[in-house]
């Protein structure tokens, strides 16, 4: 509990009863059909359950909130499509008990930030927008015309537009998206940063620079016809389940898989179809044919080394391995290319990766063999300081067997947040398209800003340095989800208003300004009435795809509003007298996509085709083979990473366990890694434990050590892992604590989440 009066940004350092058991061999099966009913069981009341699973992922039905993995067309399963850690999104959203007034009323702020962010999220729905004025020891209950009015006042008062901050995360609505980013820019400011700054940003610079788009390029059924797929950096069993039947149907049609990845994640290696009893009672689909484990943020050694090699082969045999026609007539800088890689040697490359001859031969003859392959990839790639880099070489491999653009083959850059693709598509973005700046300017006859605006990393920065007063989200939980938690938290501290619109508790709700104030809004499962009627909304799935999602279940309360009507009635106050008609988009979200197909290329026909029950794709120059503006896309020449760890430091990663949504933690239970009722481990392999004189279950602190500045966080305990010597693994958002703010991906400003320098020592004072 509260040892002083200053909340705790965070999560408790305690030591925790953490069991160590066998990993999972398997992904899915009955286990995963037991863990989604306790979920369920837990959460939610009967009617909820069957309310929402058979709706969930059906043509017309609520796109799970979970990932944004696209929907298959036609088998759709009777229970709807989705998976384990989809229904525990929905169990987390739908759940019966309430964070409201008397919640409030018996928890105090700092009590509340004390408790684990697992307890935390598990007090409930939010209920009634809720304050805290300076001074409070306690959230009580505003009204709503009275927030709104609060927050135009507060912002209207400041000296420059530019002093707010507005972040999005990925779970919003195009028709919210495009509203909330309308009401920034009329008001004066392009610091829209969002959840896609910490995640896709660097797939969506490298895939812009060397494509022509920064999205993928391959369609869903691309994997049901491919010949190869390589998975990079990315734990589809946990993050993306229903990726694991696309995986299935590959191999289904003898396509070959490869893993590449420092960690064996059981997802990749073996899957049962949790809805399939042949799946379930039969051994289940072996996926992985190559686990190659490399060490962390090798992965552009280990490309290049790919590239090398496959240079050798078509330098044997002219023709036989390289698209020449297609590299001649579809892409440029494939001599610059190849004369670079004459710098590299293929055993020098393999020793940084930490990988044998043979077995990454094993997958260059492949990819020499296959003409239809896609290379998948997530965190594992993007979290990094040359990020982009490594995005790049996945395009060269690709370029050079000419495996973009055509069907069985391209970029799959898996997304994360279900709508954070099509947040971006809809104008979320620090940056300011020109044909943006045009059509608002035009459409709505408001100077829009030029000035590119903070992303996360920025955002942290311009708080921290007195520079930004206001700081406004629409969902996430900017606290913990960014770097450098303490820093970030001094930020929101400093701020004088700090506005959340959000669904749930986060422990971002007790770091606040000097006023602070929760907006509560419905989430996805929920019926959302307006005057004219019933209204849905639109994502973007991983692929491009626009389709609507509707709720069906009653609001858990009475003063929710919609994420959409938020925004504009919010923007009637700040904007007295406006060219924007606002109220017209809260009655009746026709009017918004409307708005949408206006200002944004793409969306023609917007409201007739997102009724269509499959949605509609938007537009791909990539997939469509048609590349940068002269047609041709673009080979690269990209850096090593270089670490020069001394004798006592690791490379660390932070992932996801199996039992948690980002910063939400559903459970404390990693079943795949062999963890149970904890968090605060550190992966090591047994070599480096015996070598600290440490064993399995010692508690340690980790700390990091950038530009002189110290960092750290406590009390782990020492998991043995089959994990490469010298790197190790957390989970996020616990050290977060240990991330610079101020370190991060070149060209994206991603941060390194993935690749942090830090010491281990024993924990010196157990709690
Ligand atoms: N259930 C659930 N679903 C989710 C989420 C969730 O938290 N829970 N989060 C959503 C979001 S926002 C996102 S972005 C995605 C995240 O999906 P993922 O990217 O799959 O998530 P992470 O747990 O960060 O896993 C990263 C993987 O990369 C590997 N890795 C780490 N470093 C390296 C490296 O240097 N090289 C290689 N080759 N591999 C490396 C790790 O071992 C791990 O397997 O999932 C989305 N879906
Ligand atoms: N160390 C480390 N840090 C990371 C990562 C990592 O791998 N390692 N991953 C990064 C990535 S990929 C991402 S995407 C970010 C995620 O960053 P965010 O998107 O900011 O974080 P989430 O945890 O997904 O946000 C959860 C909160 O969203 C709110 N919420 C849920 N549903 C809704 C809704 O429908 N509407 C509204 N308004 N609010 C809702 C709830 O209040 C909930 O507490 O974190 C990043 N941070
Ligand atoms: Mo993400």
Redesign the pocket.
Known sequence: MSKNNTPNPLTPEVKEDVRITTPNTTAAGIKALTSSLHHMRNEMSATSCSKTLFSLNQKGGIDC?GCAWPDPDGDRSSLGEYCENGVKAIAE?TTEKKADPVFFAKHSIVELSNWTDYEI?KSGRITHPMIVRPGDTHYSPIKWEEAFELIANQLKGLSSPNEAIFYT????SNEAAFLYQLMVRRFGTNNLPD?SN??HESSGVALSNTVGIGKGSVKLEDFYITELVIVVGQNPGTNHPRMLTALSKSKKNNAKIISINPLTETGLLKFKHPQKPAHLLGGGVKLTDLYLNLKINTDAALLKCMLKMLVEKENAAPGTVFDQSFIQNKTNGYTELIEDLKGYQVDDLLQKCGLQRSEVQQAVDWIAQSKKIIICWA?GIT?HANSVDIIQEIVNILLLKGSIGIPGGGTCPVR??SN?QGDRTVGIWEKITESLYNNLKKNYKFEPPKEEGYNVVRAIEAMSEGQAKVFFA?????L????DTNYTAKGLQACDLTVQ??????RGHFIHGKTAIILP?L??TEIDVQKEGAQFVSVENSMGIVHSSQGTLAPKSEHLKS?PAIVAELSKKLFQEDNIEWHKFISNYDNIREAIEKNIAGFDNYNKRVRNPEGFYLPNVAREGKFKEDGKAKFTVNNLSVHELAADEYLMM???SHDQ????IYGLNDRYRGIENGRRVLFMNQKDIEKDGLKKGDYVDLQSNYDGVARIAKLFKVVPFDIPRGNLATY??E??VL?PYNKFARKSET?I??SIVVKVSRSEHLV
């Open positions: 909130p959203e999220g995360s990925g779970r919003t959840c910490m995640c965190m979290q994360g947040h954070v629409m969902g996430g939980n900017f913990s989800a960014t770097p619109i959000s669904t749930k508790p986060n809004c989430g996805r994420e932070t992932v996801r949504y980002n910063t939400t996020f958002p050290t977060n991330v941060p989440s993935k």
